[in-house]
């Protein structure tokens, strides 16, 4: 075992799941922070444990062919961007790994079946600048001065900054305004560590097709002093639509509260996904319109959720026939995409307010054949099957038996009783979206062994930057009568 402070040699040979770089002396694992694959490191050990140990970079004595110069100059600090040293076409390798190796190891999907089904994951051709939403925590420097930024690592210490390279430039400007306005009129930074000052955070939403800003001051109180003045100035950037406070008194780390306060503009903007044909290249000439609300979901990165969700309505093989069921729903994303190819699309999603919204977003876009439920997918889906088999429908009289089922669940997965329930219905094809791989693999397993066929996996980097993936994965039933193949096109020339 090696002892804390001892300094090694180590040539880094593959990345961490949150990053860090990994290397091998005598047999021994080291998990080497700020190290990237390719790099011959001089390593000092932090935490030594029996068969492995952590360390940081000591010295690069030869820095991997692949290691890029990050263009953030608090990256370090920060740590949102994990892999921002990594060149982003080894980014992408990665991140494949990442999911291969899960659904080998935990899935148990055999390499030949693997190299059948897997197609090259979807990266972007500028993989910064991508995040629709930022949420800037408000701190008091120890002159007493307002300070926005970062959070340091996993502190509460603000690195001063108003310009993430994940997020919009104009970012920045609504924060130079906000800082401007407080300085002006003698308003405080709030300081959690004494529950004084009023701006807690500052949120920044754009709808990318749109343009339209939503800018909110979430305040530790009831009225925000001379907000006339911080309309003036926020009113004064382009494309702004939307200027509001929420307020949250509460000692908490929830960001948001509840009671939010229109100063100026519309309370919501709009942002519109178009659907790609299954190439991903080319546009199929519809797009979805979704109203975004200060509190409502909504995906962070549009243009890669694009790619995401055309792909799962190209893994559905819809063909105007079909039922669909989208479980894990949100305010409706992808069962909006689904309806114009399906004959009826229902949503089910525990959050009662993400269904109000995407009720409103069917009317928006005049959608009639997609209905949504509020309820836990584990509870809702065995009570309408339990329900039809003895011949009472009950409160879901009406709803008509999946052909195909969408899942995008939260990291945890999906829960035991929502898969028994799937393989009970049986519908003819499964589409899971899959934020985790490895929670991803397991429901795999369990849906594999009851019956149903791995036909595609395609991972799509809605984070770049990020050790974050997301999946998309296509199972259809064995049985005769419903292997209903569908051919899915993988185009060249995409991106990544
Ligand atoms: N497909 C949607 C949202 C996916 S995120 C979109 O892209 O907008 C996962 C969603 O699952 C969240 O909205 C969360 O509120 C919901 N959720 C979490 N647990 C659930 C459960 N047990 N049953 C139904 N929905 C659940």
Same mark, same amino acid.
Request: with cysteine.
């Given at each position: 075992?090696?002892?804390?402070?001892?300094?090694?040699?180590?040539?880094?040979?593959?990345?961490?799941?949150?990053?860090?770089?990994?290397?091998?002396?005598?047999?021994?694992?080291?998990?080497?922070? &700020?190290?990237?694959?390719? /790099?011959? $490191?001089? @390593?000092? =050990?932090?935490?030594?444990?029996?068969? !492995?140990? *952590?360390?940081?970079?000591?010295?690069?004595?030869?820095?991997?062919?692949?290691?890029?110069?990050?263009?953030?100059?608090?990256?370090?600090?920060?740590?949102?961007?994990?892999?921002?040293?990594?060149?982003?076409?080894?980014?992408?390798?990665?991140?494949?790994?990442?999911?291969?190796?899960?659904?080998?190891?935990?899935?148990?999907? &055999?390499?030949?079946?693997? /190299?059948? $089904?897997? @197609?090259? =994951?979807?990266?972007?051709?500028?993989? !910064?600048? *991508?995040?629709?939403?930022?949420?800037?925590?408000?701190?008091?420097?120890?002159?007493?001065?307002?300070?926005?930024?970062?959070?340091?690592?996993?502190?509460?210490?603000?690195?001063?900054?108003?310009?993430?390279?994940?997020?919009?430039?104009?970012?920045?400007?609504?924060?130079?305004?906000?800082?401007?306005?407080?300085?002006?009129?003698?308003?405080?930074?709030? /300081?959690?560590?004494?529950?004084?000052?009023?701006?807690?955070?500052?949120?920044?939403?754009?709808?990318?097709?749109?343009?339209?800003?939503?800018?909110?001051?979430?305040?530790?109180?009831?009225?925000?002093?001379?907000?006339?003045?911080?309309?003036?100035?926020?009113?004064?950037?382009?494309?702004?639509?939307?200027?509001?406070?929420?307020?949250?008194?509460?000692?908490?780390?929830?960001?948001?509260?509840?009671?939010?306060?229109?100063?100026?503009?519309?309370?919501?903007?709009?942002?519109?996904?178009?659907?790609?044909?299954?190439?991903?290249?080319?546009?199929?000439?519809?797009?979805?319109?979704?109203?975004?609300?200060?509190?409502?979901?909504?995906?962070?990165?549009?243009?890669?959720?694009?790619?995401?969700?055309?792909?799962?309505?190209?893994?559905?093989?819809?063909?105007?026939?079909?039922?669909?069921?989208?479980?894990?729903?949100?305010?409706?994303?992808?069962?909006?995409?689904?309806?114009?190819?399906?004959?009826?699309?229902?949503?089910?999603?525990?959050?009662?307010?993400?269904?109000?919204?995407?009720?409103?977003?069917?009317?928006?876009?005049?959608?009639?054949?997609?209905?949504?439920?509020?309820?836990?997918?584990?509870?809702?889906?065995?009570?309408?099957?339990?329900?039809?088999?003895?011949?009472?429908?009950?409160?879901?009289?009406?709803?008509?038996?999946?052909?195909?089922?969408?899942?995008?669940?939260?990291?945890?997965?999906?829960?035991?009783?929502?898969?028994?329930?799937?393989?009970?219905?049986?519908?003819?094809?499964?589409?899971?979206?899959?934020?985790?791989?490895?929670?991803?693999?397991?429901?795999?397993?369990?849906?594999?062994?009851?019956?149903?066929?791995?036909?595609?996996?395609?991972?799509?980097?809605?984070?770049?930057?990020?050790?974050?993936?997301?999946?998309?994965?296509?199972?259809?039933?064995?049985?005769?009568?419903?292997?209903?193949?569908?051919?899915?096109?993988?185009?060249?020339?995409?991106?990544?």
């Amino acid at each position: 075992m090696y002892q804390k402070n001892e300094l090694l040699t180590v040539t880094i040979t593959d990345i961490g799941s949150d990053g860090e770089g990994i290397g091998k002396s005598d047999g021994y694992t080291l998990f080497v922070k &700020d190290a990237v694959v390719g /790099d011959v $490191v001089r @390593a000092r =050990i932090t935490k030594p444990k029996k068969n !492995y140990a *952590y360390a940081r970079v000591e010295e690069i004595i030869t820095s991997s062919p692949f290691r890029v110069a990050p263009p953030c100059s608090v990256y370090r600090q920060c740590g949102g961007c994990q892999l921002q040293p990594l060149a982003y076409e080894q980014q992408l390798q990665y991140k494949e790994r990442k999911v291969r190796g899960n659904l080998q190891r935990i899935g148990g999907f &055999d390499e030949a079946l693997l /190299d059948r $089904v897997t @197609a090259p =994951i979807v990266g972007m051709d500028e993989p !910064y600048r *991508y995040r629709n939403k930022a949420q800037y925590p408000f701190g008091v420097t120890r002159e007493g001065n307002p300070v926005t930024g970062f959070y340091a690592g996993r502190t509460h210490t603000i690195i001063s900054g108003t310009d993430c390279l994940l997020g919009i430039p104009e970012n920045r400007e609504v924060l130079e305004a906000v800082l401007a306005y407080m300085n002006e009129n003698h308003v405080k930074a709030y /300081d959690e560590t004494n529950g004084n000052g009023l701006i807690r955070h500052v949120l920044i939403r754009k709808g990318f097709s749109s343009e339209q800003i939503m800018v909110c001051a979430v305040i530790n109180g009831k009225e925000l002093p001379h907000a006339e003045r911080l309309v003036e100035k926020l009113k004064a950037i382009k494309n702004m639509t939307s200027v509001s406070y929420c307020i949250n008194m509460d000692n908490t780390n929830v960001i948001m509260g509840t009671e939010v306060v229109s100063l100026w503009g519309e309370p919501a903007i709009t942002d519109s996904i178009r659907i790609y044909k299954e190439n991903l290249c080319e546009f199929d000439g519809r797009e979805v319109t979704f109203c975004i609300s200060l509190l409502s979901f909504y995906q962070v990165n549009p243009r890669q959720t694009e790619k995401l969700y055309s792909l799962a309505l190209a893994y559905a093989g819809l063909t105007g026939k079909e039922t669909v069921w989208d479980l894990y729903c949100g305010i409706g994303t992808i069962s909006l995409f689904l309806a114009g190819d399906a004959k009826q699309v229902y949503g089910v999603e525990v959050v009662p307010q993400a269904i109000e919204d995407a009720r409103e977003n069917a009317r928006r876009n005049g959608i009639q054949n997609a209905e949504f439920f509020v309820g836990k997918a584990e509870e809702v889906l065995p009570r309408f099957y339990k329900g039809s088999a003895a011949g009472n429908v009950g409160e879901h009289y009406g709803m008509r038996h999946p052909d195909v089922i969408v899942v995008d669940p939260p990291r945890k997965g999906c829960d035991a009783a929502c898969l028994e329930t799937m393989l009970a219905m049986a519908p003819k094809r499964i589409v899971y979206v899959s934020c985790d791989s490895a929670t991803l693999a397991r429901d795999l397993r369990i849906l594999a062994d009851g019956g149903y066929e791995l036909k595609r996996v395609r991972a799509v980097d809605m984070f770049p930057q990020t050790v974050h993936v997301e999946t998309v994965v296509l199972l259809s039933h064995k049985t005769p009568d419903s292997t209903v193949d569908i051919t899915v096109e993988f185009g060249e020339g995409e991106e990544g």
